[in-house]
């Protein structure tokens, strides 16, 4: 070799601080030339160079993600919680078009009655509930026995999941009431027992199968709406101020127990082998 | 305190007694537990998984007691475990899939983790077919996949719930190389009813039968409860308490005592282990 870089421009090149044209030659020198890399190498600043190379590798291993962890990336969730939500049984498109459906039928079917609306009513709590019954445990989650045998909480990942279920399945329901607005407030008024009941299929499902859970719930849903309407005579009586109060209560009572039998989740709910 | 140590366990369902007081110790390397079916062998190591909890006896894992919260998570962030019927998202990707058990396995940087992730897919050998989903697989490659998650972060107790079945003889092999690796400096405790596979990789057997353990040692002190038991005969022979017509035509009989001008042979591992469990692991070659 005729000639060596300086050590200014060495300096420079190895602080990232010489024009793109300087850089080209320093580097087609350096490649043959063992003295100038040897001056080099104590010049380079080690945390530059790893956090260049974290820069590459951040973006080699960027992994494609299916369309509902990309659209729940996009709202602001986490790459992990939106992975734990995409593995949710009641989160799958087929799921969230059968909730679309029922959406519609109960639009469709209440009429401007006080019947059609009470139908309206009393469906659309139904399917958060539904929607957190199949969110989670044994019979709705194929991998749900790992989940049990992993360090991370199952109270956590039931309520992760049952939140975006409720969500969803609410801001659905909520664009159909919406179809309802000759009804006036009324065509909200399933919203509160619709917490309620998701509340009641949570708090159940310290000690049963989800599933189980919301059966429950919805049977006794039903047994409540028909009691309500044969003693007052009012098909819209359980929608009413008590009604909502008693959901608002029913609710609050629901999270109470949950977290006090946090402790129940710690093993497989299930009761026979 | 490295491994497992089970005390007089017992476990209930409804009216069936499914354990009935298992005990046994194992430490490091593969652990088999070997029983007919419906010995108790999954409700035992769902119990090693901190799935179950037993009705009664004691049980440790790594020195901790599963019983307690906090030493039941600090067991399960050292656990790895490959259910019976291992359940798969089959909508996702191997590598989905695998990222997903690891996210619940609290391994949060992205980056160790999906290297982490490639590491197992690597080890069961999935490279190849790391980005298609879980339903399209074989169901052979599904058990590997099985088996990446559960060698997820170098977990020092691995629970394998016959890992081998279904598995084609090559498989089978590959499975025994793989498994004999991740005994390595861990405790593994895998279940099977194939003695071909305790022969082949465990140093330490267990059998349980109908909910109790009849034997826990070393498989050759296993064959040798056969001694003097096993004798081949032109016919059946009424002194045996199994017998069978082998490949060379042959009876192969097993009983209490060979009889008397009967020609003794040596006996296996599955002749002690059909001796052990009588009829109730050999229905079809009972006499």
């Known amino acids: 070799m005729s000639w060596h870089i300086d050590s200014e421009t060495l300096e420079r090149y190895a602080s990232g601080g010489t024009t793109s044209a300087v850089a080209a030659s320093a580097e087609a020198h350096l490649t043959g030339c063992a003295d100038c890399q040897a001056r080099l190498v104590p010049a380079v600043d080690t945390a530059r160079l790893d956090a260049i190379w974290a820069g590459v590798e951040a973006r080699v291993d960027r992994v494609s993600l299916p369309w509902l962890d990309r659209t729940l990336v996009r709202c602001g969730i986490s790459e992990e919680t939106a992975r734990l939500l995409a593995a949710t049984p009641s ?183 | 305190m490295t491994g497992v140590r089970a005390h007089e366990v017992t476990k209930t369902f409804g009216r069936t007694r499914a354990l009935d007081g298992v005990t046994f110790t194992s430490g490091l390397g593969v652990t088999g537990l070997l029983g007919p079916n419906g010995a108790g062998k999954t409700t035992l190591l769902r119990m090693l998984a901190t799935v179950l909890a037993p009705d009664g006896g004691r049980i440790q894992l790594l020195g901790r007691n599963p019983q307690d919260a906090t030493d039941r998570l600090e067991i399960r962030r050292r656990l790895g475990y490959l259910p019976q019927e291992p359940g798969f998202h089959r909508g996702f990707t ?97 279940s099977t009813h194939q003695t071909e596979d305790v022969a082949a990789l465990c140093p330490h057997v267990v059998v349980v039968d109908r909910g109790r353990t009849v034997f826990d040692g070393t498989p050759s002190a296993l064959t040798s409860t056969a001694d003097g038991r096993v ?19 042959d009876v192969r009989n097993i009983g209490d005592a060979v009889p008397a001008g009967a020609l003794a042979v040596p006996p296996t591992l599955e002749d002690a282990y059909l001796l052990l469990v009588g009829e109730a692991a050999a229905p079809e070659v009972a006499a």
């Not at chain 2, 032109?234 to 490949?247: F, I, M, N, S």
Request: glycine share 8%.
């Open chain 1, 91 to 273: 989160l799958t498109a087929s799921w969230l078009a059968a909730i679309a459906a029922a959406v519609v039928f109960a639009v469709v079917a209440a009429d401007s009655s006080a019947k059609g609306l009470a139908v309206f009513l009393t469906l659309a709590p139904m399917l958060p509930v539904a929607g957190v019954a199949a969110a989670y445990g044994r019979e709705a989650d194929p991998a749900y026995e790992l989940a049990v045998a992993s360090p991370y909480s199952l109270l956590r990942l039931l309520l992760v999941r049952s939140v975006a279920v409720v969500g969803t399945t609410i801001a659905l329901t909520a664009v159909g009431g919406l179809l309802l607005a000759d009804s006036g407030w009324r065509a909200a008024a399933w919203l509160l027992p619709a917490l309620a009941l998701s509340a009641v299929t949570l708090a159940l499902s310290a000690r049963v199968a989800p599933v189980w859970a919301g059966g429950a719930v919805l049977t006794g849903w039903l047994g409540t709406v028909v009691t309500a309407w044969q003693v007052t005579g009012n098909r819209l009586a359980p929608f009413g101020d008590v009604g909502q109060v008693v959901a608002l209560v029913v609710t609050g009572l629901a999270l109470t127990v949950l977290v006090a039998n946090r402790s129940d989740f710690a093993y497989d709910t299930r009761r026979s082998a």
């Open chain 2, 94 to 190: 191997v590598f989905e899939f695998v990222d997903y058990v690891a996210i619940l396995k609290e391994l949060t940087d992205r980056r160790a983790r999906h290297d982490e992730v490639r590491r197992v897919i690597d080890a069961v050998g999935l490279r190849e077919v790391s980005d298609r989903k879980i339903r399209a697989l074989s169901g052979g490659m599904r058990r590997r996949v099985g088996v990446a998650q559960a060698i997820l972060g170098e977990p020092e107790l691995v629970v394998l719930d016959e890992p081998t079945a279904g598995l084609d003889p090559e498989q089978r092999l590959r499975f025994r190389d793989l498994v004999s690796r991740i005994g390595e400096g861990r405790a593994v405790l895998l």
């Open chain 2, 231 to 249: 004798w081949l005969s032109p016919d059946r022979t009424p002194a045996a308490r199994l017998a069978w017509r082998t490949a060379e035509g």
